[in-house]
């Protein structure tokens, strides 16, 4: 497996306080790997770090199998990013940030109208970037990270902001640019079901620690579903339930099994109902990030 | 070399728009303006004093000098510095600069040549205006004979001497402002600086010449420095070679501190 981004046992400190911590992080090349961490995780640390804005020792951080640390310049011109909020000129408009960093990047300025396009800015190319609301600037991010053509994309939270279309919108432009195009994403977020519709792999941070790190269908192991079931005799519906071979447990006043098919739990419903227990209400539930972490917490 | 060149170009177009840019422009067409309006306006007055056109020139070009010397330029100086390297702070953009596949290096020099140009170009036209209005003026008013004599070496002196007297507050006020975000702290430590520069070189304290707020005024003391007119003036006086020092000292520290600069 060639590896897009790879880290070995990367620590970082802020003065006292550990942020990332042994990280080693795998990015396959082709891949969308979803970094997935609560806020202050550790994540938007370590895109830093593999950006060469905080610095990482020698032999921590590898882009393309070479190390940060020698071959920043190299690295670099593989790389497109968007960290935290998009850093624009608010004094200048969409159009002329592009331009700007086409200067930088020595590339042709009939690409920034190409990249306008594409975030759907278009009609907003002439206003001044400081007068975008939160969504535009982010898409203007976007873009300038998009217009080298990186090989390799890291997106810090790239849906902040947006409404549902324009979430649905960069989902659909970031599994395009990794499908057609072959581009590597990390895509940070904070939000499970958001990595879950993109990413082919995920990386799951907290406290600065890597607690799980594998592919959406190994994720997806881990974050079962379940289905709540409200009854009247929550402790018969149980014993009943277990009995069937369900391996129910309570939670509250609520049985909890896990999701297999609506076939499955219709089956679940006819045999309470059948027992004459009262089903108020049948639930599937995902876990939450919270669930998940837990989960994978206690199985570390 | 390629990198700074581009990190150049990117400096002039994201600051084309801002004040620090045309403040470089604006000052010497409106401060030459008002002195030749004045000039004009006061006419009688002044060529009742039945001047030499060499005294005329002085009388006129020194008027430019001493303001711009005295105040303008040093205020300048601090507010551009802070102005280059604040549209990075302001707009958090250092981050952006600093993935870019560009030399840390190039990043830093482009921005310090860059503020360096602000202050060359301010200056040439205080020069060229100068002199240019004052052509206009005895096109206006033929009783000023400004064609009898031509100051073009002692202008071009003094203005270089200035610009380079500028260079040690340039790049002190470049490290405090790449180093504080905010207006307060390097606007602040400037213009007291700025104060305390003035004093100590109008007292002839002997240890002015190591302030560099001290170098502008300094530099444009007329008198003992001065040799004919002819042979025009010394310019690389002792505060001169010190602002230059300065220039070297800040420069490098200043890339030290940004090559260091973590993106928190």
Same mark, same amino acid.
């Given at each position: 497996m060639t590896l897009a981004i790879e880290t070995r046992g990367l620590n970082y400190h802020f003065g006292q306080q550990?942020?990332? #911590?042994e990280l080693s992080l795998q990015v396959p090349k082709g891949s969308i790997y979803g970094f997935l961490g609560p806020n202050g995780a550790g994540k938007t640390t370590t895109i830093k770090i593999l950006l060469n804005l905080l610095q990482a020792p020698r032999e921590k951080v590898f882009i393309f199998g070479k190390d940060l640390a020698e071959h920043r310049i190299e690295s670099l011109r593989r790389l497109g990013s968007l960290v935290e909020q998009p850093a624009i000129y608010?004094?200048?408009?969409g159009m002329e940030n592009l331009h700007n960093r086409c200067l930088l990047l020595g590339i042709s300025k009939a690409r920034a109208a190409e990249m306008l396009a594409l975030v759907g800015l278009t009609d907003a190319?002439?206003?001044?970037?400081?007068?975008?609301s939160l969504g535009m600037k982010q898409r203007l991010g976007i873009a300038l990270a998009l217009l080298s053509d990186p090989e390799l994309l890291l997106l810090d939270e790239?849906? #902040?902001?947006?409404d549902p279309n324009g979430i649905i919108e960069i989902r659909n432009l970031l599994i395009r640019l990794a499908t057609e195009r072959g581009k590597t994403i990390l895509v940070s977020s904070h939000l499970l079901a958001e990595i879950e519709r993109t990413a082919t792999h995920v990386g799951i941070i907290n406290k600065g620690k890597l607690l799980f790190q594998g592919t959406i269908a190994d994720l997806q192991q881990l974050s079962q579903p379940v289905v709540a079931i409200d009854t009247d005799d929550p402790v018969r519906a149980q014993t009943l339930l277990h009995a069937a071979g369900y391996p129910a447990e309570t939670e509250g006043a609520q049985i909890r099994i896990p999701f297999q098919t609506p076939a499955d739990h219709a089956q679940a419903n006819k045999l309470l109902v059948e027992a004459g227990i009262a089903v108020h209400a049948l639930q599937p539930l995902r876990k939450d990030l919270e669930h998940l972490f837990l989960d994978i917490t206690k199985n570390n | 070399m390629r990198s700074l060149f581009i990190s150049l170009r990117s400096e002039f177009y994201k600051s084309r728009k801002g004040l620090a840019f045309w403040a470089a422009i604006l000052l010497p067409v409106l401060i030459c303006g008002l002195i030749a309006f004045g000039y004009f306006n006061s006419s009688e007055r002044i060529l009742r004093?039945?001047? &030499?056109p060499m005294g005329l020139w002085g009388q006129y070009s020194s008027q430019a000098l001493a303001v711009m010397g005295m105040l303008i330029l040093p205020f300048y100086v601090i507010f551009m510095a802070f102005s280059v390297n604040n549209i990075e702070h302001k707009n958090d953009t250092w981050k952006t600069l600093f993935s870019l596949p560009l030399q840390k290096l190039s990043v830093y020099s482009a921005k310090f040549f860059y503020s360096v140009l602000l202050v060359l170009i301010c200056l040439a036209l205080f020069m060229g205006l100068t002199y240019l209005f004052a052509h206009l003026l005895h096109l206006l008013i &033929?009783?000023?004979?400004?064609?009898?004599?031509? &100051?073009s070496l002692l202008l071009f002196q003094y203005y270089l001497k200035l610009f380079l007297s500028a260079m040690g507050i340039l790049s002190f006020q470049f490290v405090l402002s790449l180093m504080w975000g905010?207006?307060?702290?390097p606007m602040g430590l400037g213009f007291v600086g700025t104060i305390a520069g003035i004093i100590c070189a109008n007292v002839q304290w002997?240890?002015?010449?190591?302030?560099?707020?001290s170098h502008p005024t300094l530099a444009m003391r007329?008198?003992?420095?001065?040799?004919s007119p002819a042979d025009g003036?010394?310019?690389?006086t002792q505060e001169i070679w010190t602002s230059l020092a300065y220039m070297v000292v800040f420069f490098i520290l200043g890339y030290f501190i940004l090559a260091k600069k973590n993106i928190k």
């Open positions: 550990q942020v990332v #911590n608010g004094h200048m408009s190319a002439r206003k001044k970037a400081g007068k975008y790239p849906t #902040n902001g947006l | 004093n039945n001047m &030499p &033929p009783a000023y004979r400004f064609d009898l004599y031509d &100051p905010d207006f307060l702290k002997k240890w002015a010449y190591l302030i560099p707020f007329m008198g003992k420095l001065r040799k003036i010394d310019i690389m």
